[in-house]
């Protein structure tokens, strides 16, 4: 079983609906969570960031996280088609020697203008 | 402006060649990391350096190697041994732990393909 999963997609919404992604995690000990997009052909780009429990919101994006349920969220509210791209959730421990993240396979969102 | 640059944008590599692949990062980062990207699996580590002169091998190491002379500078080499290269590579760099935001922040990408 990998540490984290998540729903390949694709994902196909049209234009200004609200978008949840998602992914699980098996490791309690997983204390930060990011949220990165990529577009096609390029680098990811960080998008959130939070650490421990709870929601951050960023304009038409929130992050929440249930670590009682091993679950983080991304909600796009208001999607556009620039929007359009793969979601890779990652996470990390707290401590270590290291700033390793643990990363997703990516959900692939296309938002229909 | 700071950030991370990878050259070059496109590589071609023939049979039995080895190909290096440039990553530098000017945000004064200590760690340093390579992952490939294949379609439906994610980000794959392959290497990754927490300070100069000195790295670890990730969960593919098998057929690459690199080096860390400078903090700024982590170039990947992808020897003959590797025998299926083609992927899309990204370079990453971050804080060390207990220094700044504990996240990674990447680069944007090399495409290898193979002629």
């Known amino acids: 079983q990998k540490e984290v999963e998540q729903d390949p997609g694709p994902l196909s919404v049209p234009e200004g609906a609200i978008v949840s992604l998602n992914c699980t995690y098996s490791?309690?000990?997983?204390?930060?969570f990011m949220w990165y997009r990529q577009y096609s052909r390029k680098g990811p780009e960080l998008l959130m960031y939070?650490?421990?429990?709870g929601n951050k919101e960023d304009g038409r994006f929130t992050a929440q996280v249930d670590k009682s349920s091993k679950y983080i969220s991304l909600f796009i509210r208001d999607s556009q088609p620039s929007d359009s791209a793969t979601y890779l959730c990652?996470?990390?421990?707290?401590?270590?020697?290291?700033?390793?993240?643990?990363f997703g396979t990516g959900t692939l969102l296309a938002v229909q203008p | 402006d700071g950030g991370i640059t990878q050259s070059p944008k496109y590589l071609f590599r023939k049979e039995g060649q080895n190909v290096t692949l440039s990553c530098e990062q000017n945000?004064?980062?200590?760690?340093m990391y390579w992952y490939r990207q294949d379609p439906g699996q994610g980000l794959r580590l392959i290497y990754y350096?927490?300070?100069?002169?000195?790295?670890q091998k990730g969960d593919i190491a098998e057929g690459y190697s690199v080096s860390r002379e400078k903090k700024e500078s982590f170039p990947l080499t992808v020897t003959s041994a590797q025998k299926n290269p083609t992927a899309f590579y990204l370079c990453?760099?971050?804080?060390?732990?207990?220094?700044?935001?504990?996240?990674?922040?990447f680069g944007p990408g090399t495409r290898l393909l193979v002629l």
């Open positions: 350096s927490q300070i100069v002169n000195d790295f």
């Open positions: 945000l004064n980062h200590d760690a």
């Open positions: 939070t650490y421990s429990s």
């Open positions: 990652a996470m990390r421990k707290e401590g270590g020697a290291t700033n390793k993240l643990i």
């Open positions: 990453a760099s971050s804080f060390r732990p207990g220094r700044g935001v504990k996240t990674q922040y």
């Open positions: 490791n309690s000990a997983f204390q930060y």
